[in-house]
Nanobody
Framework: QVQLVESGGGLVAPGGSLRLTCVAS????????MNWFRQAPGKGLEWVAG????????YYEDSVKGRFTISRDNTRRTVFLQMNNLKPEDTAVYFC??????????WGKGTAVTVSH
């Protein structure tokens, strides 16, 4: 059974940090590119960051460059999103997304991040 389970969300003050974790199971993790998306209240889904299956190539949406870092540990089947200097506009539900061979794609159920005083 394929699963992507996110954790690490919560309430944080502006300027603070959070580390999101996504643990994968049920598919060949090493063959999949991994991404984080987010959906802010009342808005559509937005791509945030991506990392290739080997972990070398990483990509970021402009508004998070220099603040967020995506990484992965293939031995633990886990992808991380380190979020620093958080801003109120980063408030959203964050989703883990896997894209692999033959167009296979999987979504997690999300973890909520709230940036507020």
């Amino acid at each position: 059974q394929v699963q992507l389970v996110e954790s690490g969300g919560g309430l944080v003050a502006p300027g603070g940090s959070l580390r999101l974790t996504c643990v994968a199971s049920g598919f060949w993790f090493e063959n999949f590119g991994m991404n984080w998306f987010r959906q802010a209240p009342g808005k559509g889904l937005e791509w945030v960051a991506g990392i290739a299956n080997g972990g070398v190539s990483r990509y970021y949406e402009d508004s998070v460059k220099g603040r967020f870092t995506i990484s992965r540990d293939n031995t633990r089947r886990t992808v991380f999103l380190q979020m620093n200097n958080l801003k109120p506009e980063d408030t959203a539900v964050y989703f883990c997304y896997a894209l692999g061979p033959y167009g296979r794609q999987y979504w997690g159920k999300g973890t909520a991040v709230t940036v507020s005083h």
